[in-house]
């Protein structure tokens, strides 16, 4: 069996220039400077949708498992969810 589902979230536009920083500069950073960021993104309102759309088999493992490979569909979901986040 194939299932395909489709999810819509409520999320937050990140700023350019939060989403620029990667985890290089991120280690480099005080805690006080992550916990500015941290706070920053959480007190921004939601203001858009994220669509992502998976496509699941019945014989895929389940998620953490070690029966066997995830489909394309399935491994690929966080991927797309993060790649729409940024």
């Known amino acids: 069996m194939v299932y395909t589902v489709n999810s819509t979230c409520k999320t937050v536009a ?3 220039n939060l989403s620029k ?3 290089a500069s991120l280690a480099k950073m005080t ?3 992550v916990s500015a960021i941290v706070k920053t993104v959480q007190d921004l ?3 858009r949708d994220v669509n ?3 496509v699941l088999y019945s ?3 389940a998620p953490g498992g070690t029966s066997g490979p995830l489909s394309a ?3 690929g979901f966080s991927d797309d969810v993060l790649d ?3």
Do not use: F, N, R, W
Request: glycine share 4%.
């Open 31 to 33: 805690p006080a400077q």
């Open 52 to 54: 992502v759309t998976v």
């Open 84 to 86: 729409k986040l940024m």
């Open 45 to 47: 309102p939601v203001s």
């Open 21 to 23: 920083i990667d985890i």
């Open 59 to 61: 014989d895929d493992p």
């Open 73 to 75: 569909g399935y491994a």
């Open 14 to 16: 990140i700023p350019d």
